[in-house]
């Protein structure tokens, strides 16, 4: 019997806190995905919950820090920092999707780790 994928979905939007915007994708592709595989979903908020073979993994860090960094700059340093938090533990992922810019650098480190 082969293996079961493992598979990490990386969204700045997951749970949707309403109906819409660029979270929808993340949610339909989740679900399906579960259906067949277990996935972890990391995002950018401070959630964690389990449903059967959907784990979602909240990793928003503390953005006090961005206080001392010009505000054009805050998004991007948070979103890296936030990226970095994504390989927070030894992991071993046969597919990583990277959902919109702010997921990018997490998935690139996920590929090198």
Do not use: N
Request: hydrophobic share 40%; net charge positive; proline share 7%.
């Amino acid at each position: 019997m082969a293996r079961e994928l493992r598979v990490r979905l990386l969204t700045k939007e997951y749970p949707l806190p309403l109906y819409g915007g660029a979270g929808v994708p993340v949610e339909y592709v989740a679900r399906a995905l579960a259906a067949r595989t277990p996935v972890d979903v990391r995002t950018f908020g401070t959630e964690e919950s389990q449903q059967g073979r959907l784990q979602m993994h909240g990793r928003l860090r503390d953005p006090s820090w961005g206080a001392a960094v010009p505000a054009p700059w805050t998004s991007v340093l948070l979103a890296l920092q936030t990226c970095v938090a994504f390989a927070d533990a030894p992991t071993q992922v046969d597919v990583a999707q990277c959902h919109t810019w702010y997921t990018s650098f997490g998935g690139i480190l996920l590929q090198r780790l």
